[in-house]
C-alpha cells in the first residue's frame, strides 16, 4: 500500500505527515504526531472521546481518515490553553470536579469549546444538546454542565 502524503494545519502549526489510505485521523494524531489527548473510546463514532474540530466543525476523529486532513484545520484539546494558561474552560472543568477518569474529557472540552465559540451564552438546554454526543461514564453530567454554563457567563463578563 502507497502512503500518502498530508499537509494540514495543527493547532496552528503547519504540519506534514505520511499515512496509510486507511489510517484514521485519531490514528495520525496520536500516533504520527504525538498528540494524544484525544482518546479512542469506542472507534465507531458513539463516544466523542475523540472529538476534535476539522474547518471549525465538530467531528470524531476515529470515523475521519488521516487523509481526509489534506488542506485543512484541525484543532485538538493540545491546542486549547495558551502555552502554560489554561482556557477557561479547563481551569472550570479542574475546579468544579467535572472530570473524573479522563476518557471523555478531551471530547467534551474540544465541544463545548466550540460551542462557547458560537454561542456564549448558552441555556443548560443548549449545552446538554450540544455535548450529546459526547458520553462520560464517571461524572453523571451535572458538574459537566455547571462547568461550561460558569464559564460561558465567566467568558462574558458575567460572573
Given at each position: 500500500?502507497s502512503?500518502?502524503?498530508?499537509?494540514t494545519?495543527?493547532?496552528?502549526?503547519a504540519?506534514?505527515y505520511?499515512c496509510e489510505?486507511d489510517d484514521?485521523?485519531?490514528d495520525?494524531l496520536?500516533?504520527?504526531?504525538?498528540?494524544?489527548?484525544?482518546?479512542?473510546?469506542c472507534?465507531?463514532g458513539?463516544?466523542?472521546?475523540?472529538?476534535?474540530?476539522l474547518?471549525?466543525?465538530?467531528?470524531?476523529?476515529c470515523?475521519v481518515?488521516?487523509?481526509?486532513?489534506e488542506?485543512?484545520?484541525?484543532?485538538?484539546?493540545e491546542g486549547?490553553?495558551?502555552g502554560?494558561v489554561?482556557?477557561?474552560l479547563?481551569?472550570n472543568?479542574i475546579?468544579?470536579a467535572?472530570?473524573?477518569c479522563?476518557?471523555?474529557?478531551p471530547g467534551?472540552?474540544?465541544a463545548?469549546k466550540?460551542?462557547?465559540d458560537?454561542?456564549p451564552d448558552?441555556?443548560?438546554?443548549?449545552?446538554?444538546?450540544?455535548l450529546?454526543?459526547n458520553l462520560?461514564?464517571?461524572?453523571?453530567?451535572?458538574?459537566?454542565?455547571?462547568?461550561?454554563?460558569?464559564?460561558?457567563?465567566?467568558?462574558?463578563g458575567?460572573?
Amino acid at each position: 500500500m502507497s502512503r500518502i502524503h498530508v499537509t494540514t494545519t495543527v493547532n496552528g502549526d503547519a504540519v506534514d505527515y505520511l499515512c496509510e489510505a486507511d489510517d484514521t485521523l485519531l490514528d495520525v494524531l496520536r500516533d504520527q504526531l504525538d498528540l494524544t489527548g484525544s482518546k479512542e473510546g469506542c472507534a465507531s463514532g458513539d463516544c466523542g472521546a475523540c472529538t476534535v474540530e476539522l474547518d471549525g466543525r465538530l467531528v470524531c476523529s476515529c470515523l475521519v481518515l488521516g487523509a481526509e486532513a489534506e488542506g485543512r484545520t484541525v484543532e485538538t484539546i493540545e491546542g486549547m490553553a495558551n502555552g502554560d494558561v489554561l482556557h477557561p474552560l479547563q481551569k472550570n472543568f479542574i475546579e468544579k470536579a467535572a472530570l473524573q477518569c479522563g476518557v471523555c474529557t478531551p471530547g467534551i472540552l474540544v465541544a463545548a469549546k466550540n460551542l462557547l465559540d458560537h454561542t456564549p451564552d448558552p441555556s443548560e438546554e443548549e449545552v446538554r444538546y450540544w455535548l450529546a454526543g459526547n458520553l462520560c461514564r464517571c461524572t453523571g453530567y451535572d458538574k459537566i454542565i455547571r462547568a461550561v454554563l460558569d464559564t460561558a457567563a465567566e467568558m462574558r463578563g458575567a460572573a
